[in-house]
T-cell receptor
Framework: AQKVTQAQTEISVVEKEDVTLDCVYE???????LFWYKQPPSGELVFLIR??????QNEISGRYSWNFQKSTSSFNFTITASQVVDSAVYFC????????????FGAGTRLAVHP | DTGVTQSPTHLIKTRGQQVTLRCSPI?????VSWYQQVLGQGPQFIFQ???????GRGNFPDRFSARQFPNYSSELNVNALLLGDSALYLC?????????????FGPGTRLLVL
């Protein structure tokens, strides 16, 4: 079965705190792709990052970093020095490919950053 | 570059009615996917179209249908609306033709069924 679990429903932090959003996935595929999207109150899903299963190198982009660990089937997302503009719902997703591409999303984690 | 556009932004319908939602992909993208996002949940895959052909369908009833036009825009139709169809409907576009592609989403259409 293909599944994405985001156990944290809501996280509340004060500005400048670091915060990590957890994502655990399940798949039997040996090749797969993982994504993170951000959904601000406007509703649009904003693409943040894509990783493939054969590249476990962690990535840093500005205040964002991602930790991909196949051994634990996790793809966690950390925001350093959080800002109020980071407040949004964050979704982790698994790409299922079999003639077409389908994203399987987790339930999302709502992040509230307070000044 | 213009991103994915969707219309209308909001819609209110009553049970039993029919609705048509529209999506225009990013210029140069040939594939369109539709997702339904019920409040408090992650998006659920409905359809994917590429070159006017349905490539994939999620676990949705036949009341849901879609099509893609020669200019790669797409429509999602829902017949015999139920209260449970109230959701944010998201359209995503991707280049199309490739095996693994990033999907870029539009702002969505918020449908409320009364």
């Amino acid at each position: 079965a293909q599944k994405v679990t985001q156990a944290q429903t809501e996280i509340s932090v004060v500005e400048k705190e670091d915060v990590t959003l957890d994502c655990v996935y399940e798949t039997r595929d040996t090749t797969y792709y993982l994504f993170w999207y951000k959904q601000p109150p406007s509703g649009e899903l904003v693409f943040l990052i894509r990783r493939n299963s054969f590249d476990e190198q962690n990535e840093i982009s500005g205040r964002y970093s991602w930790n991909f660990q196949k051994s634990t089937s996790s793809f966690n997302f950390t925001i350093t020095a959080s800002q109020v503009v980071d407040s949004a719902v964050y979704f982790c997703a698994l790409l299922v490919s079999g003639g077409y591409n389908k994203l399987i999303f987790g339930a999302g984690t709502r992040l509230a950053v307070h000044p | 570059d213009t991103g994915v556009t969707q219309s209308p932004t909001h819609l209110i319908k009553t049970r039993g009615q029919q609705v048509t939602l529209r999506c225009s992909p990013i210029s140069g993208h040939k594939s369109v996917s539709w997702y339904q996002q019920v409040l408090g949940q992650g998006p659920q895959f409905i359809f994917q179209y590429y070159e006017k052909e349905e490539r994939g369908r999620g676990n949705f009833p036949d009341r849901f249908s879609a099509r893609q036009f020669p200019n790669y825009s797409s429509e999602l139709n829902v017949n015999a609306l139920l209260l449970g169809d109230s959701a944010l409907y998201l359209c995503a576009s991707s280049l199309g033709g490739g095996q693994i592609e990033t999907q870029y989403f539009g702002p969505g259409t918020r449908l409320l069924v009364l």
